[in-house]
């Protein structure tokens, strides 16, 4: 039997075992293939045209699998989602017993491709994943990833748990500080890790990790100790309202000062701050999107207390629902204004307009126009989802406004390493 008679793919799988479900791979596929439920991310064979997309954005590797299958075989994704580890490469004899020869050569299924969302006659549909760099810029310094795997975590140590939002309101955001002793675990800002929760799920599985971005700068939360922050909310209901008690970032909360924490990690490899003194940092976030944030203000901080900051500037957009629920927002207010510009969007304040960070970008387009023409300039991104369209519509309008040519503008923003994407 040959290749006209029975289709030979290369299957795109994720290793359950690995992946930390922090949705980079869902949120970067550009052709829809990558979908999970509340356990497993999986990848749809009819639909995955193996563009590589999503293979360098994830974190653990999890994502670069791969099975040679019949496609009359190929794992559907509904097998997937059972799946606690990979199967097994099918053996020489069990391909030959499906009909492929060892000459046969995998090919792409003709269904690779993705509907599109509609749209009005002319219309164009607005990507702003297609921006999002998956390098690091130039002068980031060198990220460790991976030192503690899944089926190998470390331990770490509670040394501080605080709510960090105002006290007195339901929705709290708390700032815990790890300490890993003697155990390495360098961080770079804009990394993450992952804490494993005690206990079993529903189906007594035990739970996965769940993903966290570093608060802290490189050399401690503490300068010179072996400890990283990470800024948690408390989930007490989903994204509809309805009550929903968050298993992870419960128990992140309500750990105390000397309990022990199962740690995966560090993650991330691109996501990380320009070392050059003189380059500009752009941060716009939301919530506990604040984390990498703070870790890059804090070094960008500790730089210029030593003497080594040559000027390059800092400008935060934050946005929030209301100023009780911005996490930090005390410690931002005593950050001297030559040091940090910061620009707040509050949401839901009781009898004023609602402000989103795109609306405080777009009252500062002079500013983040001259940003936008200096290739020393660095944009970051972090929160939720749903924001990322309208932070990267507004950097486009923004340049459009001004005469520039976006295309170009986006196009070295990806290729530099100069404006990263993540969202959730």
């Avoid at 930390?20 to 639909?47: K, L, Q, S, W």
């Avoid at 002068?139 to 709510?163: E, I, M, R």
């Avoid at 957009?317 to 930090?328: H, K």
């Avoid at 972090?382 to 520039?404: F, I, N, Q």
Wanted: contains cysteine; hydrophobic residues 35%; proline residues 8%.
């Amino acid at each position: 039997m040959n290749m006209s008679e029975v289709n030979v793919i290369k299957q795109h799988l994720i290793d359950p075992e690995i992946c930390i479900r922090c949705n980079t791979c869902e949120a970067t596929c550009p052709v829809g293939a990558i979908t999970h439920d509340d356990r497993n991310y999986v990848v749809r064979a009819d639909v995955c045209n193996s563009c590589m997309a999503c293979i360098s954005p994830c974190p653990t590797g999890s994502i670069d699998n791969w099975r040679t299958m019949p496609l009359v075989r190929a794992y559907s994704i509904e097998e997937q989602l059972t799946w606690d580890e990979l199967p097994a490469e099918l053996t020489p004899e069990q391909l030959e017993a499906e009909g492929v020869s060892s000459v046969d050569e995998p090919v792409q299924p003709a269904t690779a491709a993705a509907p599109q969302p509609p749209s009005e006659p002319g219309e164009s549909v607005f990507n702003s994943a297609q921006y999002g760099a998956t390098v690091p810029p130039w002068s980031a310094a060198h990220a460790y990833t991976n030192l503690h795997p899944p089926k190998k975590p470390t331990t770490a140590t509670v040394v501080g748990n605080f709510n960090c939002t105002e006290a007195g309101f339901e929705n709290q955001t708390h700032h815990i500080v790890l300490d890993f002793g003697a155990m390495p675990f360098p961080v770079l800002e804009g990394q993450s890790l992952g804490i494993i929760p005690p206990g079993t799920d529903a189906n007594g599985k035990p739970h996965f990790a769940r993903q966290y971005s570093v608060a802290s700068p490189r050399n401690g939360e503490r300068p010179g100790y072996n400890n990283v922050s990470l800024t948690v909310k408390r989930v007490t209901e989903d994204h509809q309202g309805k009550p929903v008690r968050g298993v992870a970032s419960n128990y992140v909360c309500d750990l105390k000062v000397g309990d022990k924490v199962q740690v995966v990690g560090p993650f991330g490899a691109s996501f990380l701050m320009p070392n050059h003194p003189r380059s500009h940092i752009v941060m716009i976030c939301t919530g506990t999107g604040s984390a990498p944030m703070r870790a890059m203000t804090e070094w960008r901080r500790r730089l210029r207390k030593s003497g080594k900051f040559e000027g390059g500037k800092l400008l935060l957009f934050f946005g929030a629902r209301t100023q009780q629920e911005l996490p930090y927002f005390g410690p931002l207010q005593t950050l001297p204004k030559d040091f940090i510009d910061i620009n707040f969007a509050f949401s839901r304040t009781p009898g004023q307009p609602k402000r989103y960070v795109q609306d405080m970008m777009r009252a500062r387009a002079a500013d983040l126009v001259e940003l936008l023409k200096d290739g020393q300039s660095h944009f970051y991104v972090c929160g939720l989802k749903s924001m990322e369209e309208g932070v990267v519509l507004a950097l486009r309008d923004v340049a459009t406004e001004a005469g520039l040519d976006w295309d170009a503008i986006g196009g070295s923003l990806k290729s530099e390493g100069r404006l990263h994407l993540e969202t959730y």
